[in-house]
Every structure is written in structure tokens, then in C-alpha cells.
């Protein structure tokens, strides 16, 4: 992409409002825009972000032999009246003119559970596991931490329907290592850590995948040795010691919740009546498990954590491009060749081709933090070559340009 045609620019100053680190750096490198409290606008290069995080989660859930469907956000009242959640405070609640209430989505289960029903009727049509990425709405009190607390925000959730326990307790685990594996493309490995919660009446316990960030509103109880961790729910209970190793070593650390599992077990499929028949033609209610990943605040989470006095550092697999090209000085004929080059290898590549200082330039693209910055200069050029700049090391090298492709 030529950077002249962004419609979008880099901001000097983050918005007054902005008090969160992820918020002001996104703002200011022109990846989102605020609407309201907890309600932004992706731009261009934040879009592009967006969906690099949709397509990790997107290839992990379809290992798992997850399909993807796309639900509706607007849902009737009937629905969370049967499960007991209309009550729910933080659900946007609706009336269209003949006054029929509805309400805004902000978790799926009562939509899922429902049409899923319709088409499995016995226990060879198990298990199911579907997912869709969509839009959420919750009235937050404190929507402050801009991309990690939204009033909408954009969720991966996943649900997952099984004949017994056994099934779905196999299951889970497997979306553990998932999830793992989402966390560490998102270049978020080191900071994220299982995080044992209060299972609620069903299970003992169900998981959270906390990262630890001094913006964190959460608080979990690390483990050194086992790397594992509790949350604050459950901490009393287990007696201030690791589940594993029963040691009393434990860090508190601030954390923000990135991602969560739980064992359903029959919550919704009670209240909707969802039963299959076994091998013996036995009614059996079936169980459930659900799984969900914020892509916002995860969005917002990867910031957090990669950025510096001069900006954001994208991890490779979430950044919106690879290089940044940018020519300096009267250069534009062959930086336009290595751009066209780069192009056709289909390396995805922005090319900074604004009229501007190279002073500026430079700082813009620090600020937007693309790993790799390729630098076109009459000096470069002499030596055949171009200045090659890893945003997160600053490591600087000079590569020739037949080898920019291979880079
Ligand atoms: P929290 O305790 O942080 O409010 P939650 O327990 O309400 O989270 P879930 O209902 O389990 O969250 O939602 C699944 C995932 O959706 C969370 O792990 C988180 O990644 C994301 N999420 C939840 N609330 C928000 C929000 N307001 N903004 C952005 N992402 C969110
Ligand atoms: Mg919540």
C-alpha cells in the first residue's frame, strides 16, 4: 500500500480522553478512532490488524474442527427469559414500535444452544463444535482502558456440544492448547498464563487466560514453578497456594483477562429441553463447554505489551505489514521498483511515498511500529543495497537488493 493514499494520519498527540497506554499508541499511529467511551472506529491499518488476529484464531479453531457461522446481534427476549438472564446489567436492552423487546448480544448461548438443537438429534450427530466472530455489546462501567474494556467489541466465541463429560473434558483440553497457540502467534506467550476460576455450579473450576500488565484490572496469584495461576474469585478457597505443587509461593501480579473456557455441562441445554437419544434409545441431556477470545482487547493486550518511548513493535503474524519502505532523498524511481518487486512477491509491504522529511518519516513509522523498515538512499543505492531496520531490536543492516525478496 503507498502510504499517500491512507486516508488516515498519524496523530502528534493522543486524544485527551485516551488515559490507556493500547488506546493512545493505536490512535495516535492511526489504527483506530473514538466514537464515544469504549466504542471505536477500526481505520485502514487497524482493520488490517483485526483480521491478521481473526485468521490466527480463525486457523486454530478450524484445527479443532470448529465451523464458523455468524449469529445475529439482535435477539428476542424470549430467549434469555427461558435461561433466567434477562436480568443480566450489562445487557443493552431494546423495544421496536409495537413495544417487543429484544436486546443486543453479549454472549450466544441462548441463540446457539437453540439452533443447534434443531438439527441434532441423536448421539451420532456428536460432538459440534461452532464459532463465529462477532460484535459484542455490554454496558461496562469502566470503559477506560480503551481496546481492552469496549462497550462493542469484537469476540471469537465458541461453543461445543458433547453426549457426556468425558467427551467434553477431552475436548477442553484441546482448546487449551488452542488457545495457547493463538496467545504465542499473537507474540503474547511469555506474558499469558492458565489461570484457574471459579467453575460456577457445574465444574470446579474453568479457565482464564490472564496476562499480566501493569494496566491490568484483574489480579492473579502467580505459581513461579508451575507457571500457573489463580484468580482472585477462588484464592481463599485454595487456601493461597498452587493447585499443582501446593506451594505457597505465589507472585500477585495485575492481569487482564485475554481469553476464558467453561464447562457448561447442561446450564442451556436444561432450560431449552436439548436432548439425544443414546445407543439404547435412552433420552440423555446433552453438555456443553464455551470459549471465548476478545479480538479488541487482545488487540489492545498485544499493545500493551509491545510498544516503546517511540511507539508500537507489531509482533510479525498481527502486524499490518512486514516492511515498511521508505525512500530518502531523490530516490522515488527505485523505490518504486523494489516497491512493484516486493508487490509481486506478494510481500505485504507500505510504502512511505510522501512528500515529507526523512525526520518525519522515521518517526511515523517507529510510532507505527511495522517490524521491519527498509530504507532507500542515494548511499544505499550506491552499494546496490537497502538499510534494513528491525523495529524491535533497532538492529540496522545492509541487504542488496537482489535480496530484499529473501529477506
Ligand atoms: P472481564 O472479567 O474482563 O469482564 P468476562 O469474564 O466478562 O471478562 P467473558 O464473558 O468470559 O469475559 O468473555 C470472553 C472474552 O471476551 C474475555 O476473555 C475477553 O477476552 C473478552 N471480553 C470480555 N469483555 C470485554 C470487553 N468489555 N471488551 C473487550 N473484550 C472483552
Ligand atoms: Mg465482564
Not at 114 to 142: G, H, I, T
Amino acid at each position: 500500500m503507498r502510504q499517500s493514499e491512507l486516508f488516515t494520519k498519524t496523530l502528534r498527540e493522543s486524544p485527551k480522553e485516551e488515559v490507556s497506554i493500547n488506546a493512545k499508541l493505536l490512535s495516535r499511529g492511526g489504527y483506530i478512532d473514538r466514537l464515544m467511551a469504549g466504542v471505536y472506529s477500526y481505520l485502514p491499518l487497524g482493520l488490517l490488524v483485526l483480521k491478521n488476529i481473526e485468521n490466527i484464531i480463525r486457523d486454530e479453531m478450524q484445527k479443532v474442527g470448529g465451523q464458523e457461522v455468524l449469529l445475529p446481534t439482535l435477539t428476542p427476549k424470549e430467549n434469555w427469559m427461558k435461561t433466567d438472564r434477562w436480568k443480566y446489567p450489562e445487557m443493552f436492552k431494546l423495544r421496536n414500535r409495537a413495544e417487543k423487546e429484544y436486546s443486543l448480544g453479549w454472549t450466544h448461548e441462548e441463540i446457539i444452544t437453540p439452533l443447534v438443537q434443531k438439527f441434532v438429534n441423536s448421539y451420532k450427530d456428536l460432538p459440534v463444535y461452532v464459532y463465529q466472530f462477532q460484535n459484542k455489546f455490554r454496558d461496562e462501567l469502566r470503559a477506560k482502558s480503551g481496546m481492552l474494556r469496549g462497550v462493542e467489541f469484537m469476540m471469537k466465541d465458541l461453543y461445543s456440544f458433547h453426549r457426556d463429560e468425558k467427551d467434553l473434558d477431552s475436548f477442553y483440553l484441546r482448546m487449551q492448547r488452542a488457545y495457547f497457540n493463538v496467545f504465542e502467534r499473537c507474540g503474547l506467550k511469555k506474558e499469558t498464563f492458565l489461570t484457574l476460576a471459579s467453575g460456577g455450579a457445574f465444574a470446579k473450576y474453568s479457565h482464564e487466560f490472564q496476562m499480566v500488565t501493569s494496566f491490568g484490572e484483574d489480579e492473579i496469584y502467580l505459581c513461579k514453578k508451575c507457571k500457573i495461576a489463580v484468580n482472585k474469585e477462588i484464592i481463599e478457597e485454595e487456601k493461597h497456594s498452587c493447585p499443582q505443587c501446593k506451594s505457597k509461593d505465589l507472585e500477585v501480579k495485575k492481569s487482564i483477562e485475554v481469553g476464558n473456557i467453561f464447562k457448561l455441562q447442561n446450564r442451556f441445554t436444561k432450560p431449552f429441553g436439548f436432548k439425544v437419544k443414546d445407543e439404547k434409545g435412552d433420552e440423555k441431556e446433552l453438555v456443553m463447554g464455551c470459549y471465548g477470545i476478545g479480538l479488541s482487547r487482545l488487540m489492545g493486550a498485544v499493545v500493551e505489551v509491545h510498544n516503546d518511548e517511540n511507539g508500537i513493535i507489531w509482533p510479525a503474524e498481527v502486524a499490518p505489514f512486514r516492511f515498511h519502505l521508505i525512500p530518502v532523498g531523490d530516490v522515488s524511481k527505485e523505490a518504486d521498483a523494489i516497491y512493484q518487486d516486493l508487490q509481486k512477491a506478494g510481500i505485504k509491504v507500505l510504502y512511505d511515498d510522501r512528500d515529507r522529511s526523512a525526520g518525519e518519516k522515521f518517526a511515523d513509522s517507529d510510532l507505527m511500529g511495522i517490524p521491519n523498515r527498509l530504507v532507500v538512499s542515494a548511499k544505499t543505492l550506491e552499494k546496490k543495497s537497502v538499510e534494513l531496520k528491525e523495529r524491535e531490536s533497532g538492529k540496522i543492516s545492509l541487504v542488496k537488493l537482489a535480496e530484499v525478496k529473501k529477506i
